[in-house]
């Protein structure tokens, strides 16, 4: 009988890939990435570095590849072309059993959460624990996934339920959990708070923002929400023309004299979004917007048993 793939321990060789945290300037370095679907080109060419700590939001028009390029990153989509180093490591010609010890530093949350829907939350959240250490007994794994559900703002009992009992802003918090299950260098974020309600994707941003300050994280995140790039991403790239036509500060964006740069960012949304992000300076975001979900735990004291 066929053993389940979630008990599999890495294999030995891969096991010190990636061994303490990283500590260089650069844990993302992409050079010359080309992907393509056939005669179709998404990338040609494409370049960028992501900086240590810093959450680097990623936009660009419908088509230009922004899941491709995550998917890339991540061993998902073998680029035709182009080098990528996470870590220092150039997983674009490795094969799995050697990025094995590199995937568990990194945590993904996809759009929607993509849950198993047969599973638990607590169970979901246990799925990367079981791949990456299951010399773990049950009783801790247990426990380590109720404090990552905790740390995301929902309540404890949510660990218990399934997919189908969440509402969709707690179903994000739980695909979050998950990616956090492994204590991840590196966070990527798909479109997060897409399908929220305003008041639901200020917190999760600002759970975001939390997250990424107290544990040191760096975080990659597709979006297409001004608010989201203006309240908590220290830098943006932006994908045009199958490449990353620009990378820095919405201030520095704004200098660029690229059409759809200046229609994207100096747009009625966006100067909307920048109106929000002043008034939010003065005041406090109150609730999340769903009835099920708690504000995130005050981080600093969960962390350090405060």
């Known amino acids: ?68 390029l995550m998917r890339s990153i991540i061993g998902l989509q073998r680029p035709t072309a182009g080098k990528i180093e996470v870590f220092g490591r150039d997983i674009t010609s490795a094969g799995p059993d050697e990025i094995i010890g590199v995937r568990n530093h990194w945590g993904v949350l996809f759009q929607g959460g993509a849950l198993f829907s047969t ?39 949510a660990a218990s339920k399934y997919p189908s009992e969440l509402s969709g802003g707690m179903k994000k918090r739980a ?16 479109e997060p708070t897409a399908g929220l309600d305003p008041i639901g994707a200020a917190n999760f941003d600002k759970l975001i923002r939390d997250l990424a300050d107290t544990l040191g994280l760096t975080v990659f995140l ?19 023309d199958k490449q990353v036509i620009a990378v820095g500060t919405i201030p520095e964006l704004l200098e660029s004299d690229h059409p759809w740069i200046q229609e994207y960012f100096n747009g009625p949304r966006s100067r909307a979004a920048r109106d929000s992000r002043d008034r939010a300076a003065e005041t406090t975001v109150a609730g999340d917007g769903d009835a099920h979900a708690q504000p995130a735990p005050a981080l600093h004291d969960k962390i350090t048993g405060a």
């Open 222 to 240: 597709i979006t297409h929400d001004l608010d989201s790039l203006y309240a908590i991403c220290d830098r943006v790239a932006v994908l045009a």
């Open 175 to 190: 695909g979050l959990a998950r990616a956090l299950a492994l204590d991840p260098e590196l966070l990527f974020l798909d």
């Open 119 to 157: 599973l638990t939350v607590a169970e979901n959240v246990e799925v990367p624990m079981k791949q990456f250490y299951p010399e773990l007994t049950a009783e801790l794994m247990h426990e380590i996934a109720r404090y990552k559900v905790v740390l995301t703002g929902l309540p404890g009992e």
């Open 1 to 68: 009988m066929a053993s389940d793939p979630a008990t599999i321990a890495p294999p030995p060789e891969a096991q010190d890939i990636v061994t303490d945290r990283y500590d260089g300037k650069y844990p993302i370095v992409i050079e010359g990435l080309q992907n393509a679907f056939g005669e179709n080109v998404i990338h040609e060419d494409l370049a960028l570095k992501v900086r240590r700590g810093e959450i680097l939001g990623v936009v660009g028009g419908s088509g230009t590849g922004k899941s491709v």
